[in-house]
């Protein structure tokens, strides 16, 4: 009796700390805070941000868990890289030109009249960040650096067919080297943040906006436009951020999973701007929106105006002490070659 007695309590004080040990000796996991500045049905939270917190959960066998905050919640636009280096969030997704100065030499990939989709010029863009681009990154772990689509321009009354039609027209820039582009066409750019543009086109504060068709159902903005001019005047430059202080934490196993979801991620939006773009200029040229291609002369006019922006960004980055000749002698190597003669030739 005795015995028995001995040793059923011995298997209930193991069973008491075999269940101990799993609840205060579970690893826990490690929490990323996900923090995308565009709304909740964008393309970019859809086909980028979602698949990526989908991979890293399941790769790491939950190891790791993300809490995902989408339409600013954790901050504006502008602030996102910020948000990343002083670890409010630990993976972000920023616009370069939302920042200007701080990532100055990464907008040579938004120049005019270079590659005709994201793809491209967001492997053009990766290159260039291995092998000059990433001094200016020191203060983050970079999952990826890429592009959107090329950007084209909406108007709500005016239509822009020509040179002369732009001059003085009010359009919403993003800000960076595109807002020089458009200064060169006679275009007058109004920098703004993407959630203002709809309620600034609709009270006619600006005209217009530019971006890549893909981003614009995100914001409806084709409820405030008659008019597309297609003309590819840049692809602005992107990257998805992470703290430094956050990967560094993290085991190698968990490292990898990390950075191969950045480099799925680099693949997933280059292909949803790509993919998107078509869907939306069929969904506006459905809901009756005019899609302008400016004239083959016209275009030759358009595109000896915006070439001259190129040397201007060689001579600001020199200038500002910063090796803009070598960043875009190694861009030039990497560009379509009717684009990069023709850059060349501006240059001399």
Sequence with gaps: MKKRLFFTGLILVLSFLT???????????????????VSAIHHINRNMFEPFIKEVETESKGKIKCEFYVAEALGKAKDHADLAKTGIADVVFIVQSYTPGRFSLSTVTELPFTFPNSTEASEATWKLYKSHLYKQYTDFHVLFLGNTSGYVIGSRTTPLRTLQEMKGVKIRTSGGYITKSFEALGITPVPMPGVEIYTSVERGLIEGYVGPYASLPGYRLEE???????LNLGNLCIAMLMNKNTYEKLPDALKKVVNKAGEHARRNISASYDSEDGKAKEMMMKKGI??????????????????????????EMEDKGLPGRAVMDAYIKLLPRDTGEAVLNELR
């Design 290 to 315: 005019e899609v302008i291609v400016p004239s083959q002369g016209e275009m030759k006019r358009i595109y000896a105006a915006g070439m001259k922006v190129w040397k201007q960004w060689v001579q």
């Design 224 to 230: 405030v436009t008659k008019f597309i001019t297609e």
């Design 19 to 37: 269940s101990a040990i799993g609840v205060y000796g579970a690893e826990k996991p490690y929490v990323l805070r996900v923090s995308s500045f």
